[in-house]
């Protein structure tokens, strides 16, 4: 099921600061592929990410339109209906998508009974997550354990679209590695699959992605597979390519 941006703007007006965040993004994440975002820090790479799953924050105002499957997508209502098992996002601090006060694997196990789509076991593994590790609280965790028990939440659904923010930003190379080989898989397997990274080194080692966007200042700079955009002569897209000797 095809995610999509169309001249999506998003502003934030809080009571101390306003910004357009997002200008006129336009956005595609294709079904049984990985659509990768990159972009310098704080150019809107996550709010893209929140705009496509429905959780933009409550000062964000947005004009454009969020379509899933096809269809704009509007309030709150239709979101609910959309999350977890049709639209899963994978934040990028793995413990907000975990309550507190409940274990890691009691709230694995839940989802597996309200959803009844992916075993915790599989989900697990498919994230890297070991499960002995379930009887701790999320903030007994560290980065990397909770990152990847949160890919395994985002997982158990078996949304049609996944949204990953730096979902190995946390890890060594040989899990990170993993994990990419199981988004891969997820994405093969008919998902819309959009991951943010930084990850440059792995995304040219491994060939993973099928689909670069590049963002800069809240827009897209430029689309188009890796080697296209390695290719490119702009500054601003070598600084991402050249320190891999891409
Ligand atoms: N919850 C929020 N409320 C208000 N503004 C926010 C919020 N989250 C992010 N922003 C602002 O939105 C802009 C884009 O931030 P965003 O998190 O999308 O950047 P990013 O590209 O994901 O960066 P990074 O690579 O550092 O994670 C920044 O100027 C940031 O200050």
């Known amino acids: 099921m095809p995610a999509e941006l169309r001249e999506l703007t998003v502003h934030i007006d809080t009571s101390r600061w306003n910004e357009t965040v997002l200008h006129a993004v336009d956005l595609v994440v294709p079904d049984g592929k990985i659509t ?7 150019c809107g790479k996550s709010m893209a990410a929140a705009a496509l799953t429905g959780s933009l924050p409550d000062s964000a105002r947005s004009t454009g339109e ?3 499957g096809g269809e704009p997508v509007r309030g709150q209502r239709q979101w609910r209906r959309l999350r977890g098992g049709t639209v899963g996002l994978l934040p990028q601090a793995g413990v907000t998508a975990f309550h507190a006060e409940d274990t890691v694997g009691a ?3 839940a989802l597996e009974t309200r959803y009844r789509r992916w075993s915790v076991d599989r989900a697990c593994e498919a994230a890297r997550y070991p499960t002995e590790l379930g009887d701790l609280y999320p903030n007994q965790h560290s980065g990397g354990q909770i990152q990847r028990a949160a890919l395994a939440a985002a997982l158990l659904p078996e949304p049609r679209v996944l949204v990953a923010d730096e979902p190995t930003a946390s890890l060594d190379t040989e899990n990170a590695y993993g994990v990419w080989v199981t988004l891969r ?3 093969d397997a008919g998902a819309a699959v959009l991951v ?4 440059v080194p792995m995304l040219a080692a491994a060939k993973i992605a099928d689909h670069v966007v590049l963002m800069r200042s809240g827009k897209v700079f430029a689309t188009g597979d890796l080697a296209t955009l390695a290719a490119l002569e702009d500054s601003y897209v070598r600084g991402f390519f050249q320190p891999s000797g891409y």
């Open 36 to 42: 990768a975002l990159l972009g310098e820090s704080g």
């Open 66 to 68: 969020v379509r899933i």
């Open 107 to 109: 709230q694995l196990r």
């Open 185 to 187: 898989r997820y994405a």
């Open 196 to 199: 943010i990274t930084h990850d």
